[in-house]
Structure formats: structure tokens, C-alpha cells
């Protein structure tokens, strides 16, 4: 997607042939500095600390992670060393589980002179991969904003969206931005209503970035808003992204997610999930008794950054000194507030007999 009108990608391969460029997310939507990853080290701190961030992105990262590592120390023991050292970066998003062992596989047969080369090539196919697969939710995506804006001929067909699920959280289109896009790019007309998605406002600091930088209209909201659009008709359909989701179908996505898909449900307005393949878990039977919620800094909740009047950057505390706080990063959407799942093999009912359906290599991985 354009960051002011040139093409950039989240992660790439730098031109020295074996460092990593990243978009540093901590920094947006103030500053636009990119990152250079030189170790598996460097991956790992990128995902824990947020420098990447989005489920697809942390896997892609965690890839190119084990082929740095692969360069330093590429014999079985580097190996293992890598996998355990990003596997506990972040523990909600199943796309990091799903990159790692994907390398694995692809690693251990080969011996290990061969194994810096092997890995950075299975590192860029899981890239390309995702670019692909989210192309595919563009086009199957589309189909569902194209049904709505031809039963409102020359009218907005008004999208919600929660948290980041767009391109900077992949490699490239997004998942729940990617039918965005496409029907932005089509000449659909299309508005997107952002939740600003507190506490780390990805919504209003990342969604609102990129969108604005392609030249999608939107307007940003606080968290609380939605339930009142969907009162007054003002939301045709809500797409998110998720985190993981559970063989029966729930969907874990960013805190808040799950008051969005109740308020839609009480309003009969669509509510979507975006994913690629790499974030269903069947090895999750049941999404609210077994995804871990991960728990993060109570600073999160307490402190807000944000340019001051002239210019500079500043971190205020919001909340009264000793006032203890709690910070759940996720929840759990039960399957049946969920209208649909948008992959990149069709757009499937969240239950179990469709994503068994829609993807068996996956539930013999998840036996293995
Ligand atoms: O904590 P984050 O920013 O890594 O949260 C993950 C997300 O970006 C969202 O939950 C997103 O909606 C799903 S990932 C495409």
C-alpha cells in the first residue's frame, strides 16, 4: 500500500541481501522511521515489544527471525535455539506458532551449511504468501461490499472496523482493509468507521494512517461509538481482523472486539472476520475456554502519547496515581455473532464442518 504516494510493504528483505527492514508501529502515526532487524534477537524484541505488530506480521517477522538466526548459527542446536527464543515473543496470535514450525519443517532436513539460504527463501515465500492469501480476501471480500452498494445505488456503503487488521498488521493489502481496498480501488464509494481501540488506539493511530495515506475516507471513533451508528443505520456491515481462530469458529481479535459483533447482532448488521489461513487453530477446539489472553503493560491503560501543540511528543498519565488497572489485549467472539469468516478460499460459516472443509492440510498439521 502508498505511504505518501510510494509503495511500501511492512517488512522486506534490505538490499544488503540479509538484514530486515520493518516500519517501526510504535512510532506511527507522529513519525515514519523504518527499523533494521541484524539478529534473531532483534525479531523477537521487535514482535514483544510491538515494533510489529498484527498476527500475519508477527509471523512473517518470526520467519525472517529464525533466518537471521540461521546466518549466525545454523547447526540443529541454532535451530531449536531460534524457535524457542521467538515462540515466547507474543503468545496470542497462533500466526507465530504457525511461521515457526512452517520453518521448522522446511529447515531440518537441511543440512546446515545450506540452512541461511534455505531459510531466507522460506522466509520470503511465507512474505509472498501472505501478500497472496490477503488478495484473495480482497476479491472474496469484495463480493459482500459489492452486494450492499448495488442495494444502495450512489450511496456510501458505510464499513466498521476494530484495531489494526489492515496492511501494516500483514505484509501488504491487510486482511479486513484488503476488500477495503479493492473496492476503494474499484470506484466503489466507501466510508470507514475506525475504532480508535483502546488501549493502544491502533485503530486511531495505525487504521487511520494508512487509510489516509491511500486516500480511503474515514473517520476515526471513540471505542464506545459503533453501537450507536448500528442504532441509526449508519453501519452497512462491520469487517474485522482476528488473532486466532478456534476449530468451532470463535474468533479472538483485540479487546472489544467482542461488544462490537453483540451491538451488531442486535442491529441485524453483517459482522465479518477477515483471516488468512495461517490464523486458524485447530488445535483449539473451543475458543473461549482455550486461547490465551495475553496481559500487557497496565502503562497502556494508564498513559497516552500524542503530539503536543508545537510538535512535540508526550506521554501523560490519565488515570489517578495507585489507581490499580487491568490490561486484557484480547477477546473472544463466540461463532454465532459471527455473519461470516472472509478467506482466501471463500467466505465460510464459522463453524467447524466449513473450516475442516475449507482447509484439511491444516487439521492434519494440527494433528502432528
Ligand atoms: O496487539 P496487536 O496490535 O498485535 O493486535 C493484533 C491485531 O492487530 C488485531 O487484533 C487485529 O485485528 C488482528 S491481526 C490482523
Known amino acids: 500500500m502508498k505511504v505518501d504516494g510510494k509503495h511500501f510493504r511492512s517488512i522486506w528483505r534490505e538490499r544488503d541481501g540479509w538484514s530486515v527492514g520493518a516500519i517501526d508501529q510504535r512510532r506511527l502515526p507522529h513519525e515514519f522511521v523504518v527499523a533494521r532487524l541484524t539478529s534473531c534477537e532483534d525479531a523477537a524484541i521487535a514482535i514483544h515489544d510491538m515494533l510489529v505488530r498484527g498476527a500475519p506480521l508477527i509471523g512473517a517477522t518470526a520467519a525472517y527471525g529464525m533466518a537471521l538466526a540461521m546466518r549466525e548459527d545454523a547447526s540443529d542446536a541454532g535451530l531449536k535455539r531460534a524457535y524457542e527464543t521467538l515462540i515466547v515473543a507474543r503468545p496470542?496470535?497462533?500466526?507465530?506458532?504457525?511461521?515457526?514450525?512452517?520453518?521448522?519443517?522446511?529447515?531440518?532436513?537441511?543440512?546446515?551449511?545450506?540452512?541461511?539460504?534455505?531459510?531466507?527463501?522460506?522466509?520470503?515465500?511465507?512474505?509472498?504468501?501472505?501478500?497472496?492469501?490477503?488478495?484473495?480476501?480482497?476479491?472474496?471480500?469484495?463480493?459482500l461490499i459489492e452486494a450492499i452498494a448495488a442495494n444502495k445505488p450512489g450511496e456510501v456503503v458505510n464499513v466498521l472496523t476494530h484495531c489494526n487488521a489492515g496492511w501494516l498488521a500483514t505484509v501488504d493489502w491487510g486482511t479486513a482493509t484488503a476488500p477495503i481496498y479493492l473496492a476503494h480501488e474499484r470506484g466503489i464509494k466507501i466510508h470507514v468507521w475506525v475504532d480508535e481501540t483502546r488501549p493502544r488506539n491502533q485503530g486511531a493511530s495505525l487504521t487511520a494512517w494508512e487509510l489516509g495515506h491511500h486516500g480511503v475516507p474515514h473517520t476515526v471513533i471513540a471505542d464506545n461509538t459503533g453501537g450507536h451508528l448500528m442504532q441509526h443505520g449508519m453501519v452497512d456491515l462491520a469487517i474485522v481482523g482476528t488473532d486466532r481462530v478456534a476449530a468451532n469458529g470463535d474468533v479472538c481479535n483485540k479487546i472489544g472486539t467482542y461488544l462490537k459483533a453483540l451491538a451488531a447482532h442486535d442491529n441485524n448488521v453483517p459482522f465479518y472476520v477477515a483471516l488468512p489461513s495461517p490464523t486458524v487453530d485447530f488445535a483449539v477446539s473451543d475458543g473461549i475456554r482455550d486461547i490465551p489472553i495475553e496481559q500487557r503493560s497496565g502503562t497502556e491503560v494508564t498513559d497516552m502519547t500524542g503530539r503536543t501543540a508545537d510538535g512535540r511528543l508526550e506521554t501523560v498519565r490519565i488515570v489517578p496515581e495507585g489507581s490499580p488497572v487491568a490490561n486484557y489485549a484480547f477477546d473472544v467472539t463466540p461463532a454465532r455473532l459471527v455473519t461470516g469468516l472472509i478467506t482466501e478460499r471463500g467466505v465460510l460459516k464459522p463453524d467447524r464442518a466449513s473450516l475442516a472443509a475449507a482447509f484439511p492440510e491444516r487439521i492434519a498439521a494440527a494433528a502432528e
Open 92 to 143: 496470542t496470535a497462533i500466526n507465530l506458532k504457525w511461521a515457526l514450525d512452517e520453518m521448522r519443517a522446511a529447515l531440518a532436513p537441511v543440512k546446515p551449511p545450506e540452512r541461511a539460504e534455505a531459510a531466507y527463501a522460506r522466509a520470503d515465500e511465507i512474505a509472498e504468501q501472505d501478500v497472496e492469501i490477503n488478495r484473495g480476501i480482497a476479491h472474496n471480500g469484495l463480493a
